[in-house]
């Protein structure tokens, strides 16, 4: 019996696994093109935004920054790169944060991973008309950062919202772009 087990497990295994082994890869090609073509919808965003941000901090107290982001396409437009860098008043830097935004075909969903503050995660986005909105699960509650763009203006609102509550706002930003930039595609190495 213990001779026929042996005998059955690998026939067993090499029939289950000749229809994945069949089955070609995912062509890179059509992936990166559903890729580009899902983030042209971001393209709003390219170049160099400048304006005031607020937030609010535990007990009310608010605190106002100069905040900028520059914005672009990377890896064929596949990918989207976004640096927000907020100055205190005395010109140095209070924030300073990195998106990557990408889509993934299979999910039809677009992602952020965000690199801000000593942490790190991949957050839902989704596209809105106007723009766009992307959580941060937070314990019982959610931050939500809801993005508009209209007219060279560029309005984020961050809430913190708990089930059965009013959203609370904590941060605001209104930037007004101020020019093109090549960032972050600009300086690849060339081949020789």
Do not use: C
Not at 35 to 49: C, N, P, R, T, Y
Not at 55 to 77: A, D, F, H, M
Not at 87 to 103: E, M, R
Not at 115 to 138: E, H, R, S
């Amino acid at each position: 019996m213990r001779v026929l087990s042996a005998l059955v497990l690998p026939v067993t295994l090499a029939a289950a696994a000749a229809p994945a082994l069949a089955q070609s890869p995912p062509d890179p090609a059509a992936r990166v093109a559903k890729q580009q073509a899902a983030m042209k919808a971001l393209s709003w965003m390219d170049g160099v935004w400048r304006g005031p941000a607020v937030t609010t901090r535990p007990g009310g107290v608010k605190v106002t920054i100069t905040q900028t982001e520059r914005s672009g396409p990377l890896l064929g437009g596949a990918v989207h790169v976004v640096e927000g860098r907020g100055y205190n008043a005395d010109g140095s830097t209070g924030f300073n944060a990195l998106g990557i935004i990408s889509y993934d075909p299979d999910k039809d969903a677009y992602s952020m991973r965000s690199y801000a503050m000593g942490q790190a995660g991949d957050f839902p986005m989704t596209l809105t008309p106007t723009g766009a909105v992307w959580t941060i699960p937070a314990g019982p509650a959610t931050i939500r950062y809801t993005i508009t763009a209209k007219d060279g203006v560029w309005h984020e609102v961050g809430e913190r919202v708990v089930e059965g509550q009013p959203p609370m706002a904590f941060f605001e930003m209104t930037l007004k772009r101020i020019g093109d930039s090549d960032w972050p595609a600009a300086g690849a190495i060339p081949p020789n």
